[in-house]
Each structure stands twice: as C-alpha cells, then as structure tokens.
C-alpha cells in the first residue's frame, strides 16, 4: 500500500500518539487542534515515539512523514485518506465535528478514538453515516498495536476492509467487533477492575502503589501474553478450562467484589488517591515516566517478539511487510545483480540493544551478523520449510572486528559478500554500516549438517545451485578489509 495521509483532529495523548504512528510509518500527517501549546506536545509525544517505535522492528522503517500543523477543518481533511478524530468525550461535540468534517473530507475514512460512545450514537445525524466508525486505541498509540474497530450496518463492508488495511499498513492489529456495544471489549474489563481498586483504596485495604504491584509483578504479566481466558485454562492443570470452571465457579457467587457498585469520589477519596499516587510515582515527571514505560514496553513485546507470541507476532508480521517496502531480497530470485553484496539487514537499533557504555554491545553486534546469516541461508533456499526437511547450516567459526560505536536509534543495515559456498560449505563475510560509516565486520564459516546424524552433509541442489550463482557472481568484487583475519592481527 502507497502510504497516504492522515487527519487528526484533536492532538492530545491519544491524538499525538496517532499522529506520531501514522508519521514514523511514512504517512503525511495533519493535525487541527485549537491549543497554542499543540505543536510541543506533539513534538515531545513524536520525539518519545522515535525514541521506541523502530526498536520494536527488526526491518527498517519507511522514511519518516511529513506533519503539517493546520487552523483549519478544510485544510485539515481535503484529500486525506484516514481522518481520526480524537476530540473530548461529548457526544454532541462530536457530531459537531462530523458535520463539518464531512464537508471537505471528501471519501476518506472518519474513525473515533472514542473509549466509550458506540458507533450508531456518533453516526446519528451525519451527512454519510457509512463514512463514520470506531478505531479505539491504547496509549501509548504509537507502540500498543491492537485497535477496536468497530462499525454498524450502515459501515459498506469495503469501508471496513480499507480500515483494516489501513492500520495494518501503520503496524496495528484491528480488533473487529461484530457487535456494538457501550465502552467496547477493553474499557469494560479496565472498568471492572478500576472499580475494584477504588474500593480498596476507599476501605483503606491497599494503597495505590500496592494495587500496581499486585497486578505488575503478578497477574499483569501472565495477562501480557496470554490474556484472561488462556492464562484461566493453564490454571485448570491437565483438565483444563473445564476443570477451571467447575473448581473456581463456585467462588462466582461470594461476595468477594463489589463490580456492581461505585464508591463516591468524594474530595475526602480524590486527595486520598492523588496523594498516594504522588508519594508513589511524583519523583518522576510524566514525560520520565513514558520513557520509562516505553522502553520496558519495547523489552516486554520484543521478549515476546522472540516466540512469535502475542502482540510480538504482531510485530513479527509488521517485519515481512516494512522488508517487503525497504526492497529487501526475500529468496534467490529477487536477487537482481548477482554481481553485487546482499543487503541482509536493515533495522534500527532498539533500546535493549546498548550496555553501560551506552553504545551497542558486543553480544548484540554478533545477533546482528547472525541475523544477516539467517537470512541469506533463507534467500538460498535454507528455510523453516526446508530445516523441517532434516538440513541446515551450522556455524563452525566466527570472527568479528568492532570498528566504531553505534547507539540506540541509529539505522544500521549489513552488505553480505560469499566468499565460498561449494559441497558442504559456506563462507559469509558481513559489513555492517551506520549510514557511510563501517562500524563492524563479521566473517563466518557454516557446515551443512543432516539434523539426524549431525554430521556434514550435502545440501540439496537447488541450494547448491544457488551459493554456487551468488559466488561466482562476488569472486569479481575486490576482497574486502579484514577478510580472513586472525584476533588481534595488527591492523
């Protein structure tokens, strides 16, 4: 998908983050908002935003989109593709704002950021109910990918496939809701729980930093992988969710909660709370504390990034698309020179990748060099599906020089050169640049192995013909600098 541009209407924590999303994914960005102060906030939001977003992606992003701050509604929309508004939560303000979107926004798609209205109330009274849903995100916008997507009757069903290719295209995952309802899935769970927590704190049971503990060094955690209902069922052992249900159902019926009921928020409870909650968290400013919980959100879903679980199969499936954008050779026949080094990698450098020092550590310089390898077995045909076949390649020898430093947030991306791949053998030499800068090479040898008896092995021929090509087509490159080199050989 060519990207496009987006509107947003309202550029508060929800808007700017949609704003800093849309942006870091390559799309032009508009923002009408009336606060004077609109331009610094976005501009903190999008810089936190830069900050984290690449790293959760093991493919480079697209080159960053252009934001347009705007005065006017008309400005604003004419000719964009997405439109999100994200104004406060009053009814009849949105429809104020539908009404006069709706006269310049030509056929593009108008989505609510609204956590609790339901798309029927908001399309009440529009020029083209159709033309109006509901995408419900979670802060931070640019990080979490899931969004509710919600729409009626009135919603053609092409306009609901076009929002889903849409967010997919900014790497979110679209959460369809077949029914419309108050509050949607996710602010109805939230609310039951928030509900609970104000009692404890009202009755003096817990104090607000020991309700956060609770839920982040405990269930919190199971609920960031596995949810609610599969998190229940591992609980029933053997037996299962059945076993679950009928062990714990009972306890359905004691009065163990009070969901059905809301304590007063008097003034006596708000300063109770606030003031609990600056004692907890009030060393820190707002902009420290979404740093904070960026990089622990980029370590949480690139840890499940790493099993293809949860919201990091998400991002796993975001990768395929940006390498397919960045033009990344995906198997032997994209190759269009074999004359020249194979891009193997192009991402950023994430958070979690740098040490004490503050650049990028020598284990992760050796993931990067794995990772290029990893690839190029997979452009030569040496992939999941062949691996299953009872082959691969085993590495037998590694040799990499540290040139210069690389820091969180720089885009680095590695040129493979093959230096041998007749019979049983691979010899890969990486460079690894930062722009025109190298900063480390990495020479590796592989054996073919049969995975049954472990020993070497000959590749299958189509394999074979492969290396043999892009070999043949690098022995004309001049050998590069350190090729061959022995640890702590003068330079």
Known sequence: MTPGTAAIIGGGVIGGGWAARFALMGWNVRVL?????????????????????????????????????????????????????????????????????????????????????????????????????????FNPVYLLPVVELVGTEANPPETLTRADAILKDIGMHPLHLEHEIDAHIADRLMEAVWREALWLVKDGVATTEEIDDVIRLGFGLRWAQMGLFETFRIAGGEAGMRHFLHQFGPALKWPWTKLMDVPDLTEELIETIAGQSDVQSGRHSIRELERHRDTNLVALMRALKSQDWGAGAVLNATDAVLRKKNGMVQRFEDIYDLTQPILTLDRTVPLDWTDYNGHMNEAKYLQAFGDATDRFMEI???????????????????????????????????????????????????????????????????????LDTRRPSEPSPAIARHLAAIEAGHQGLARPAGLGRAVGQPR
């Open 33 to 137: 908002d009336p606060d004077p102060d609109s331009q610094r906030k976005i501009g903190e939001v999008l810089a936190n935003a830069r900050r984290a977003l690449p790293g959760l992606a093991d493919a480079a992003l697209p080159p960053e989109g252009r934001i347009t701050f705007c005065t006017d509604a008309a400005v604003a929309v004419s000719g964009a593709d997405w439109v999100q508004e994200s104004v406060p939560e009053r009814l009849e303000l949105k429809r104020d704002v539908y009404r006069t979107l709706q006269e310049h926004a030509g056929d593009a798609i108008i989505a609510s950021s609204t956590s609790g209205f339901k798309p029927s109330e908001l399309q009440a009274g529009a020029t083209d109910p159709g033309q109006i849903l509901v995408a419900h995100p």
């Open 380 to 450: 030569v045909g040496c992939d999941a599906e062949y691996i299953a076949t009872g082959g691969s390649y085993f590495t037998a020898e590694t040799h990499i020089r540290h040139l210069d430093e690389i820091h969180a947030g720089h885009r680095i991306h590695i040129k493979t050169l093959c230096v041998g791949g007749q019979g049983k053998k691979m010899h890969l030499f990486h460079e690894l640049w930062e722009a025109d800068r190298l900063c480390a090479t990495g020479e590796h040898f592989l054996l073919h192995v049969s």
